[in-house]
């Protein structure tokens, strides 16, 4: 007895910590990563393990640097699962190899150790990891893969939709219609949903994302604050103006169809709502959300790239210390009045 | 019915409140020995006025109050004085104490004891009983209760606000108090209402007492007493006094201020129970409820426990442990101190022992701040505990305190949010008595 541990005061604790949230995050990705496994072939499995192996190695080079000790925080993990789930299925020559190595140590070694590891940096590494590869290797990062077979394609629905806008001048209703029309592999919402489309290995199967992310929901890891403002800013925006570039006019785009597609469900749910690079309170996650929706819209629709999900969510993340300046919580016992009688 | 709080922050710990006692054996046995410090309140130290070898008896007083913020202390049980020496209190602050060794007649124990009328006694004598009795705040605070029933000259007082949210984890004891004791705390308000004339008198609790309010209410009407049971919702820190107040009233004190400054006097229901055995029994504040729980406790249990008896003994007389505990609390687990050995002694403050395993702990590795915002959502006071942790640790104290680091109460609820397990209170703590020190070197 009389080893009694003296602490300072709460002793209490709601149980969860660094490690349950990170490892409940890859947690709930794992099925959806698993079914990219299934749908693009070993090819995929291979990229998400090297993603995942070079981000360790990353954080373990530094802990032997800066002597510490985060391997099994779970963080860097989390990050080169969603690095390999950001690739694409396979890719030419060594460049699977290369790739996803660039990708997680950028991640680790710039974005995230730069600025002092865990919690100290400004935007999500793994975001930042994918948007480096896109620029420094795009052909490697633009090939895609048709689902259940080996056949290789030029295009993500997404992507499809976008370059069959250019320069058309037929009657498509919307984007299936127009994919329909441009391409011999025709889509369903139904294959969207379930994810027998071109993409990113592991944002394909909205279904297995949504369990996911309610698993998170559930866990209280992930916040509404964020999630429902980006969705309903997304598809009211999509709604109102995406019809245009169908000639069908205002209030009228396909709401389903883009929130299905181009790793919007991964984003809104596992990249926006980081803890680290999202805002400190209720009000500034609102603000966030509501930025990060019509963001992605604006690039989505007009810009170069056609998901528009990454960029969004890194501009909203430099953007962040100025919404958590503004969005202070307000203190107690600071009203001349003395406060409102309710 | 429409429940009141406070309207920012506050978390939802597990209640774990398993009332167990029973009300014909609701005394702990008497300790052996007790161990009484002389120092159980804010404020100066009492004077010990006993010497080693000298007899005495149940209710005398051994330490006398230096000043006027200063309590008096009395012997608990009768017996000799074997040693005076120091003890470690629960805060970890040591005090010297009286060691009794109980022996002899217990004049009061198991007698009915007389009623004294006190209707027609002025209020200044009420006061001096209160005084003599060394009553001081039972929720913890213990400041002087004389101290805060003396207003200030031409002061009307509003709202005379009674503490018994009980918000802590496993606490039971104010509970327990309010159902075996309603009629006499009814009269404890009758005193306070002739002393300090308020214009309401409202007792705040959590819902989970519904029946203990409800008691309440039905004694107040049989005593014709116009007071108010004010239900709050199931949150803490409820029993906090700024957001007990808030809650109640609707306004905010101010800053730095006191309750008065809002026309709030605010005591704790155990505080209201001495004042009616001091005035009505004539008896000084020698006893008090105290739950001793926790998942290492094989029969936890609320009881009647005289001041000095160590937590070991309370514990022994629980069925001892079932589980090695990892931690053992005196008052609250959000709020309490943990103690390193179980000869601390039950003070005056002392609302519960706890003790936890390690499974009810849920301690975890400390990493660097996520930055999730937990912890501001849990801060009632409206701080950005993230931010002031990382000023404090970067020495901008300056900024700190610009930030509010003074208007941090050390409830907890940040900690307890907080997943990368930083121990914020510890740090505001740190932070604010250096700046203490600093002021008082200026
Ligand atoms: S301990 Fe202080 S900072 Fe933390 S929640 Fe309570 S008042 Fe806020
Ligand atoms: S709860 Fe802890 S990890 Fe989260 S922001 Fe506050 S201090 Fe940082």
Known sequence: MDKLKVSSSPQFHNGDSTFSVMWSVSLALLPSTIWGFIVFGLSSLWIVVVSILSALCGEYILNKIYKKNTLNDGSAFLTGLLIGMNMPPMMNGFAWLYVPIGASFFAIFIVKWAFGGLGNNWMNPALGGRVFVFFSWTKHMTLWKVPMTDAVTGATPLGAVKSGLLGYSGSASGPLDLLNEVSKDSVSYLDLFLGKIGGSIGEVSALLLLIGAIFLIIKKIIRWEIYVPYLVVFAVFIWIFDGNRFGSGYFSGDVLFHILSGGLILGVFFMATDMVTSPLTSKGMIIYGTGCGFLTFLFRIYGANPEGVSLAIIVMNIIVPLINRYTKPRLFGYVSDGGSNE | ?442
């Open chain 2, 1 to 442: 019915m429409k429940l009141k709080s406070f309207p920012k922050g506050g978390i939802h710990p597990p209640h774990r409140k398993n009332r167990v006692y029973s009300s014909d054996d609701l005394n702990a046995s008497l300790p052996k020995i007790a161990v009484i410090p002389l120092s159980q309140h804010i404020g100066a130290p009492a004077k010990c006025v006993v010497n080693v070898g000298d007899i005495v008896k149940e209710d005398d007083l051994l330490g006398e109050a230096t000043g006027f913020v200063s309590s008096n202390i009395h012997a608990s049980v009768p017996g000799e004085v074997i040693e005076i020496k120091d003890q470690f209190l629960p805060s970890g602050r040591v005090s010297k104490a009286v060691v009794i060794e109980t022996k002899g007649e217990f004049s009061r124990l198991g007698k009915d004891l007389d009623k004294y009328t006190w209707e027609d006694l002025s209020n200044a004598e009420l006061i001096q009983i209160v005084k003599d009795a060394g009553i001081v705040g039972m929720g913890g605070a213990t400041f002087p209760t004389h101290v805060k029933l003396t207003l200030p000259d031409n002061v009307k007082l509003k709202h005379l606000i009674i503490n018994a949210a009980e918000c802590e984890p496993y606490l039971t004891s104010d509970h327990v108090l309010m159902l075996e004791c309603s009629n006499e705390i009814t009269e404890g308000l009758k005193i306070l209402k002739k002393i300090l004339d308020p214009e309401y008198i409202q007792v705040g609790m959590e819902i989970n007492k519904e029946d203990a309010g409800d008691k309440l209410t039905e004694s107040f009407k049989l005593a014709n007493l116009d007071a108010s049971v004010v239900f709050l919702k199931n949150k803490y820190p409820q029993g906090a006094e700024k957001n007990l107040v808030r809650a109640i009233i609707g306004k905010e004190i101010p800053s730095g201020k006191l309750p008065i400054s809002v026309g709030v006097i605010n005591l704790n229901i155990s505080t209201v129970y001495a004042i009616y055995e001091a005035v009505v029994l004539h008896r000084p504040l020698v006893e008090r409820f105290i739950t001793i729980g926790g998942g290492a406790v094989k029969n936890p249990g609320v009881y009647r426990v005289r001041i000095g008896t160590s937590a070991r003994a309370l514990i022994e007389e629980c069925g001892g442990f079932n589980e090695e505990p990892v931690k053992v609390i005196f008052g609250g687990p959000m709020m309490g101190f943990t103690v390193f050995d179980l000869d601390v002694p039950v003070t005056k403050g002392t609302s519960g022992i706890i003790a936890l395993t390690a499974k009810e702990v849920k301690s975890a590795n400390t990493t660097n701040c996520l930055k999730c915002g937990r912890c501001i959502d849990g801060c009632p006071m409206g701080l950005v505990p993230s931010r002031l942790y990382k000023l404090i640790d970067h020495h901008q104290l300056d900024e700190a305190i610009k930030s509010g680091l003074n208007d941090c109460v050390e409830c907890g609820s940040c900690a307890y949010n907080c997943p990368a397990h930083l121990f914020l209170v510890q740090k505001f703590r740190a932070g604010k008595s250096i700046e203490r020190r600093s002021k008082g070197a200026k």
